[in-house]
């Protein structure tokens, strides 16, 4: 049974930044796609940033574009967030998630992110 775990989250204050980092087992992570999601108090959960299982492709929701990038590690089985420029708006529990096409997908437990001074 694969599992994502998220670390990193934390409190900082606006203009701060913050690295999450999610670690995969019990599934071939190099067969899968890697996203962060996010969710914020009384919201639905959005789409912050995705890459393919080989890292080649990368996409961002506009509204983290030139402040976020997110990577991957397929030899340790990792997938990184970085988080620059953090506003209050980007306040919300993170999600890892692993998708693919033909095989199970699985979701992290989340990690909280707030922005605040």
């Known amino acids: 049974q694969g599992q994502l775990v998220e670390s990193g989250g934390g409190l900082v204050q606006p203009g701060g930044s913050l690295r999450l980092s999610c670690a995969a087992s019990?599934?071939?992570?190099?067969?899968?796609?890697m996203s962060w999601y996010r969710q914020a108090h009384g919201k639905e959960r959005e789409l912050v940033a995705r890459?393919?299982?080989?890292?080649?492709?990368?996409n961002y929701a506009d509204s983290v574009k030139g402040r976020f990038t997110i990577s991957r590690d397929n030899g340790k089985n990792t997938v990184a967030l970085q988080m620059n420029n953090l506003k209050p708006e980007d306040t919300a529990v993170y999600y890892c998630?692993?998708?693919?096409?033909?095989?199970?997908?699985?979701w992290g437990q989340g990690t909280q992110v707030t922005v605040s001074s």
């Open positions: 890459i393919s299982d080989t890292g080649s492709l990368r």
């Open positions: 998630y692993a998708d693919s096409t033909l095989f199970s997908s699985y």
């Open positions: 019990g599934f071939s992570f190099s067969r899968y796609a």
